[in-house]
């Protein structure tokens, strides 16, 4: 080879002289696992030295059965476990996006700007209804029955609360892990080489890994993780409309809760949650509509939900990616931040 040094530049760095999108996320998948370790431990240190419990660093790293009533002591676990991933997830997010694409924390998406109390308002209702009508789909065609729980007031209160933080901290870090840094570092990529429809490869990139997380659920079917797939598309349009992960969050995580917490149905096969439910949902033939064992994700009520959902997240205006976002997610943006300061200064 004439010119070896040549080669491994290519490989390794695109044409804008930076490091490629893939090493990028590379570095940030190996980042935020190296993270996840060390601040679980540290969570699970803590934990074990306050209560004297030695079993919980080997508890707080594995979820308890999801086949199973989940117990008090489980439900502190997995708090606890997505609570260490998502601060190990957006600790390497904040690493990454300055170290290697010069953009603030800011942009990653959890940013309060103006307009972020409405993205995450209008997303908690649409992923309410989203599931709702996938629902009530199942409901009409006779495939899902439901009866009410025998419970007081306030277990219904405490059991909302709790499921609420629970869905709300879990689908912030699969925000963060999937459509955040790594989704951007592929936006910016493939958008300088494709133009606007560069959008389409993270959509499609990270929709699939989205299914691949999900594929080895219990009852999981070829069926299901392509409406998982798709979800990941419904996820991703919201980003991309928005700019920011507070909308994709809220619907992550009202899907969830409502199909859990209102309906009592499994979310993504998992049932670990539906004693804490209103109404106990019994899901029956045809399978290919109610999901099954698997739940409304599995399927076709789901799909035709997802689809209208996502077609009304492109289509309606409400939804817009503020200016503090825009100017956030630029590639290099905190550069521009600089150099806009230092001008300033020197006009005053």
């Avoid at 306050?50 to 009533?69: C, F, Q, V």
């Avoid at 997303?123 to 629902?135: E, K």
């Avoid at 998992?270 to 509509?289: C, K, R, S, T």
């Amino acid at each position: 080879m004439d010119n070896p040094g040549g080669a491994v530049s290519f490989i390794f760095k695109n044409g804008e002289g930076e490091l490629r999108s893939g090493w990028r996320v590379l570095i940030f998948l190996i980042l935020t696992q190296t993270l996840t370790f060390l601040i679980g431990g540290i969570v699970a240190g803590l934990g074990a030295l306050i209560t004297g419990d030695k079993r919980l660093l080997a508890e707080l790293l594995l979820d308890p059965p999801s086949t199973e009533p989940v117990t008090r002591r489980g439900l502190t676990l997995i708090i606890l476990n997505r609570s260490a991933l998502l601060a190990a997830t957006l600790a390497a997010s904040a690493v990454c996006a300055r170290l290697l694409e010069r953009r603030s924390f800011a942009s990653i998406g959890y940013k309060l700007h103006a307009g972020w109390i409405k993205d995450f308002s209008v997303g908690y209702a649409l992923g309410a209804l989203t599931l709702a009508l996938a629902v009530a789909i199942i409901f009409m065609a006779g495939a899902v029955s439901f009866e009410p729980r025998d419970t007081n007031l306030l277990v219904v209160l405490v059991n909302a609360i709790i499921l609420f933080v629970t869905f709300l901290i879990a689908a912030a870090f699969e925000e963060a892990l999937v459509r955040g840094f790594m989704f951007q570092a592929l936006l910016h990529n493939f958008r300088a080489m494709l133009g606007d429809w560069g959008a389409v490869v993270p959509v499609v990139i990270t929709s699939v890994a989205f299914g691949v997380m999900h594929l080895f659920n219990p009852n999981a079917t070829l069926f299901s993780v392509a409406n998982t797939m798709l979800a990941g598309v419904w996820l991703g349009v919201a980003y991309l409309k928005t700019r920011s992960l507070w909308l994709a969050t809220a619907l992550h995580a009202a899907w969830n809760f409502v199909m859990v917490f209102v309906f009592g149905l499994p979310v993504s096969d998992i049932i670990m949650y539906n004693e804490m439910a209103l109404m106990a949902g019994q899901y029956g033939p045809p399978v290919w509509l109610s999901g099954g064992d698997y739940g409304p994700e599995g399927g076709a009520a789901a799909t035709l939900a997802l689809i209208l959902s996502t077609i009304l997240i492109i289509k309606w205006r409400v939804l817009r990616a503020s200016e503090e976002m825009i100017i956030a997610t630029r590639h290099g943006g905190l550069d521009r931040q600089v150099d806009t300061s230092h001008a300033s200064a020197s006009e005053t």
